[in-house]
């Protein structure tokens, strides 16, 4: 017969249940028939329970009462009216133990991209019903639904039940460390991790460039490392292709045959019923290694642009690559206006550059009165990379043949003390000076833009090598002092 499980957030009312669980794992303890670790009246104890229980990161499996021998759960009054009982609980959330931060993680990430499971505990009368893997897979799908593609947990080195059983789901151990754990001395804390990030994740951590990371950061003030993969410039554009090319064909599929995307909330509902359900319902993971389902098809791409913001540095600028190589102009607009309030460094705001915008026919841009309609509303946000951008669109498309005064004059009007504006609006007018010279020059000689901006402006058009000597020459004689 099936052993039909469930999964659930705990409440006051397991109390006793979860402490009753506790006590039959030290009596196992204490019998010899399992290696915990564990030792009574220290950990794990009624007031762990109660703990998780206020910080509601307390979860149970449950179990039909008819499904299990009876007599095993003969002292236990724990099964509800529907003749359920608990057999299983354990604490999921993002707090690490202290001494993961000695640990050289394989999978490096922000504390909000890892989660963890503490203290999984499977009552001895129901082992070897496979509740203990059902229960991991279960946090497994649980994570990927909270967007944490790191999985991290821990476990005595002399547990090697455990061990094995984390190996087996594609767990990797990523350290030992001597500790003190929940007041027991002497303990060796196996550290243990898996990645759990989607397919599109997952090729992103393959091409993971650490030394790239470093130099990178150091070119983005404010910009956490932890956040940062590392993933050079050009294999993220080469990706990009290759995941439009992808989705269109659909040449790949959901590799767990059920049509939904692993990890999805259809996906995560199959783990409340049968165990097999559960064995079937590996959340992100694909294969004994622990790597993600190799699903790169439309709905993984929609599932990436619908999650905004990313938190990695690199997933923002793919979702950049991406919505540039988008060829339909009114999605196009559309996924700009989305990504834009979650644009926090010049990096990302410079790569977006849809090539639907700049199409021509006849040498002039086809959506010109389009474009210039979003650049309007862009030049008047309140966010300094949405104005970057706005000013950038109006750098790259029209300076040209679709250059008109007005558009320089509505540069020169932007007032704004943001370090990364202001550089915009020099590079800008830099530019200008090289293809448009005549009409760019008055804004100099008129002082209209204030003196850092102005004294950048000439900088960067005396950089240039498309402006000539001559004009080199008289331009350092505009400088302004501070």
């Given at each position: 017969m099936k052993n039909k499980l469930l999964f659930r957030k705990a409440s006051y009312k397991d109390l006793d249940a979860i402490d009753r669980i506790y006590e039959r794992s030290h009596d196992a303890e204490a019998a010899g028939l399992t290696t915990t670790g564990w030792l009574r009246g220290v950990y794990p104890v009624r007031a762990v329970a109660e703990a998780a229980l206020g910080r509601d990161d307390m979860y149970v499996c449950e179990i039909a009462a008819d499904g299990i021998a009876r007599e095993a759960f003969a002292d236990c009054d724990g099964?509800?009216?529907?003749?359920?009982?608990?057999?299983?609980?354990?604490?999921?959330?993002?707090?690490?133990?202290?001494?993961?931060?000695?640990?050289?993680?394989?999978?490096?990430?922000?504390?909000?991209?890892?989660?963890?499971?503490?203290?999984?505990?499977?009552?001895?009368?129901?082992?070897?019903?496979?509740?203990?893997?059902?229960?991991?897979?279960?946090?497994?799908?649980?994570?990927?639904?909270?967007g944490c593609s790191i999985l991290r947990i821990d476990t005595n080195a002399r547990n090697k039940k455990a061990r094995r059983m984390y190996e087996k789901l594609g767990y990797i151990e990523s350290g030992i460390v001597p500790t003190v754990f929940n007041g027991i001395p002497g303990v060796d804390?196996?550290?243990?991790?898996?990645?759990?990030?989607?397919?599109?994740?997952?090729?992103?951590?393959?091409?993971?460039?650490?030394?790239?990371?470093?130099?990178?950061?150091?070119?983005?003030?404010g910009k956490e490392r932890e956040r940062t993969i590392g993933v050079r410039t050009p294999q993220l554009r080469a990706f990009a292709k290759e995941l439009l090319k992808e989705a269109k064909s659909d040449s790949k599929v959901v590799n767990n045959g059920s049509g939904k995307f692993p990890g999805s909330s259809e996906a995560v509902k199959g783990c409340s019923g049968s165990s097999e359900a559960v064995k079937g319902c590996s959340g992100r993971s694909g294969d004994a290694e622990g790597a993600p389902g190799s699903v790169l098809n439309r709905t993984e791409l929609d599932r990436f642009l619908g999650t905004l913001p990313h938190k990695y540095f690199d997933?923002?600028?793919?979702?950049?690559?991406?919505?540039?190589?988008?060829?339909?102009?009114?999605?196009?607009?559309?996924?700009?206006?989305?990504?834009?309030?979650?644009?926090?460094?010049?990096?990302?705001?410079?790569?977006?550059?849809?090539?639907?915008?700049?199409k021509k026919k006849n040498g002039r841009l086809v959506y010109a009165a389009e474009l210039l309609g979003h650049i309007d509303r862009w030049l008047e946000s309140d966010e300094t990379y949405t104005v970057r951008?706005?000013?950038?669109?109006?750098?790259?498309?029209?300076?040209?043949?679709?250059?008109?005064?007005?558009?320089?004059?509505?540069?020169?009007?932007?007032?704004?003390?943001?370090?990364?504006?202001?550089?915009?609006?020099?590079?800008?007018?830099?530019?200008?000076?090289?293809k448009q010279y005549d009409a760019a020059l008055p804004v100099l000689l008129e002082s209209r833009l204030d003196v850092w901006t102005h004294n950048k402006t000439i900088q960067k058009a005396v950089e240039s090598r498309r402006i000539t000597d001559d004009q080199k020459a008289y331009l350092k004689t505009l400088k302004r002092k501070a």
């Open positions: 099964a509800d009216e529907s003749g359920r009982v608990i057999v299983a609980t354990g604490v999921i959330n993002q707090i690490q133990v202290d001494v993961y931060e000695l640990c050289n993680w394989v999978y490096k990430g922000p504390d909000d991209d890892v989660s963890v499971l503490h203290t999984l505990a499977v009552d001895p009368a129901a082992r070897g019903m496979g509740i203990g893997p059902a229960f991991v897979r279960f946090w497994e799908n649980l994570a990927a639904e909270e804390l196996v550290l243990m991790e898996k990645f759990n990030g989607t397919a599109i994740q997952k090729r992103l951590r393959e091409m993971q460039d650490e030394k790239y990371a470093d130099f990178q950061m150091a070119l983005i003030p997933e923002m600028q793919l979702h950049a690559f991406l919505i540039s190589e988008t060829k339909d102009l009114g999605e196009c607009f559309k996924e700009v206006e989305a990504f834009l309030p979650y644009v926090d460094n010049w990096a990302t705001c410079d790569q977006l550059s849809p090539k639907i915008f700049g951008f706005g000013i950038g669109m109006l750098l790259q498309h029209f300076l040209d043949a679709d250059f008109d005064p007005a558009y320089m004059d509505r540069v020169a009007e932007i007032r704004s003390e943001e370090y990364y504006i202001k550089m915009m609006i020099a590079w800008y007018f830099a530019t200008a000076l090289a």
